[in-house]
């Protein structure tokens, strides 16, 4: 039996590969992204069985089968149980929550030796499993908690005047003109706030549209935005964000 592993982390294809192993079978090669996989697939005969990684460092791993039509056997192996617990069996053989149990290993290669002893079709729909995938609506943050002492608090998203950045930190200030230290940078609160409510005007800050209540032209190019309670410094959107930012508020 011909048995490949398509897994990103390296120590984890490793470690998949000593229990394939220890069943008795025998893993012939590792892949370990897509563009790898394809180039594999253009030039190798298929495997029988393939483990199958769901996402790989450049992308899902679901871009193989765009650019190569595999006829092995799958057993798709994920961190992401989202991913994974929605009527996923269909065509292939079976589906692996990481860290992979030896047991759960066994009785998905025993499944897939039964099918080739009976000669059952494996065939794997993979647009019906790639459905299943689809990003579903993104819900983005609506409150933050932030430690005051030895206490915690929750601030509402309806109630932050802006985010900005200061010394390597990240702050929340509120219109009731406070301000808290949160953990997490701008970039990432970028992609958890709705992008038609907030924008990113600078390095520094991100504002929501109902703060905007004043803007005015700058030096250079560049916007000033008055906020209702912010004045610790000047809320600038740059000169190469001024043409997007006047779209987000049109």
Known sequence: MNI??????KPAARLLKRKVEQLGLTVTTMLHSVEESIDWFSKNQH????????????G????????VKIQSAIIFTTAYDEYALRAF?????????KPIDEDELKVATDKFQEQISKKESLSLNIEQIRSMFAPTEKVYKSRFT????????IINVDDIECFYSENK?????TFDNRDYLIDTPLEILEDELEAKNWYRISRKFIVPLVSV??????????LKIILPTYKEDEVIVSREKVADFKNWMA
């Open 169 to 173: 930190g990240t702050y929340i200030h």
């Open 47 to 58: 495997p029988d069985l393939i483990f199958l990684d769901i996402q790989l460092s450049d």
């Open 60 to 67: 899902l791993s679901f871009e193989i089968f765009e650019k």
């Open 89 to 97: 069996k269909l065509n292939s053989i079976d589906y692996l929550l």
């Open 146 to 153: 932030v430690k005051i002492g030895v206490q915690m608090k």
């Open 213 to 222: 209540k004043e803007i005015v032209v700058y030096s250079n190019s560049r």
């Open 4 to 9: 490949i592993i398509i897994e990103d982390e």
